[in-house]
Each structure stands twice: as C-alpha cells, then as structure tokens.
C-alpha cells in the first residue's frame, strides 16, 4: 500500500513539473513571436539633384541651358541656365561661361565608360568594343549626355611586368612565371623539364623582359 501511494506521488510530481515546463516554453516563445525585429538603418544616397541649394551651383544634369548651335567648335559662351525641376535658392535664371563642344568630344576625364573584360588585349592590332559613356554631373555640354563610343581594350588583371621578370630569372627554371601569368600547362612543362634544361628558362626571361609573354587571359601588365 505504501509502494503505491509512493509511485502515485512521484506520477504527479512529474505532471506538475511537466505542466510547468510546457507553460514556460510557450510563454517563451510568444515572447519571441512578438518581440519587434530591429530592421538595419541605412543612410540613402545623396540625390543626385538636390534641393535647398542656390541655383546657379546646381550640377549640368539638373539645369537646362539656352546652346547656341552654330558656335565655334571650343569656345567659350555665355548662356541663359534655370533649374530642371529642383528646388533651389536665389534667382532661377542665371548665367553659365561653357565651352562650346557636345559630350562626346569632350575630353576622356570629363566622362566615365562602362569597361569590357572580355576582349583579348594582347592582339595586334588592338580590338575594341563598344561602350556607354555618362558624362559627369558638373560638366556642361551639348547633346545627349550618355553617348556610346569604340574604345580600345585596356583592361587589367592584376598582373605586374616587373614581378613576372623577377619570378622568370629566379625561379623560371621551375615554372613560377608562366604559373603567375596563368599558362600553368607550360609552367607543368618548365617544372618536369627543369625549365628545358635552362634553355627554356633563358627564352622566357627574354620573352617576358620585351614584353612578348603577356597574361594568359589576354589582359594587360600594370605598370
């Protein structure tokens, strides 16, 4: 009799504590559930046309101006400028001294280009590729301010000339050039042949120091 009031009492312990247990777990997680989730802040850029500024210092992108057509291809003129639809202060006519050219001739610093890693550098003659160019926000020019245009492949990978000559008269026997120029096929070649018993070796170093040997993606040596 006793046994069984014993086991009794242990069964109802267990309930309790189990009880207790799953009440705790939910209330839990319905504090989890409702906890508010803190979103990361981030600082939107700057427009691109701002507002609240003088009128007279708005960007090329943000004003429309009065071109006169027919002047004299790199002069200077004087034209009539307002605001595009931004905000700003002080008088909404104003004066700018620019040069009479359209944004394709202008000068290779006053635009920026999309660039192509896809075309072979090391060809003769050099190909080319066609690219969009955005004229920058404070330049003033005729015509359209995106404007595409040929331009030759001069892409990089990372590769130096000096450090390719280094590595082919130090360890050019082993094949660390051509590993480093990413022809690794003949660097396997230069290791299992000792660099061709050095006259391997001897050719690289000369092919590399004219500038023959160039990356084996195509690509051009940083100077």
Not at 46 to 60: F, I, K, N, Q, Y
Not at 113 to 118: A, F, I, L
Not at 194 to 211: K, Q, S
Request: proline letters at 6%.
């Amino acid at each position: 009799m006793q046994t069984s009031n014993l086991w009794l009492a242990l069964g109802l312990v267990v309930v309790c504590s189990s009880t207790h247990l799953r009440g705790v777990l939910s209330q839990n997680a319905s504090n989890s559930s409702t906890a508010p989730t803190v979103e990361p802040t981030t600082t939107p850029p700057p427009p691109v046309c701002p507002d609240g500024v003088a009128c007279s210092l708005l960007g090329a992108a943000c004003i429309r101006c009065d071109y006169n057509d027919s002047c004299q291809y790199g002069a200077y003129m004087i034209v009539n400028c307002e605001s595009a639809g931004s905000i700003c202060e002080g008088p909404e006519t104003f004066t700018r001294n620019v040069s009479c050219r359209y944004c394709y001739q202008l000068p290779p610093s006053d635009y920026t280009c999309t660039n192509n890693t896809n075309c072979v550098v090391a060809q003769t003659p050099r190909p080319t590729y066609l690219s969009t160019c955005t004229v920058n926000h404070n330049v003033v020019c005729l015509g359209s301010r995106t404007f595409s245009m040929n331009r030759t492949c001069d892409w990089t990978s990372g590769h130096r000339w000096s450090t390719a000559l280094v590595l082919s008269i130090t360890l050019g026997g082993f094949g660390v050039d051509r590993f480093y120029l990413g022809d690794w096929q003949n660097g396997l070649g230069k290791l299992f042949s000792f660099g061709g018993l050095g006259v391997w070796t001897l050719v690289d170093i000369l092919l590399v120091a004219i500038g023959y040997l160039s990356p084996s993606d195509g690509s051009l040596y940083i100077t």
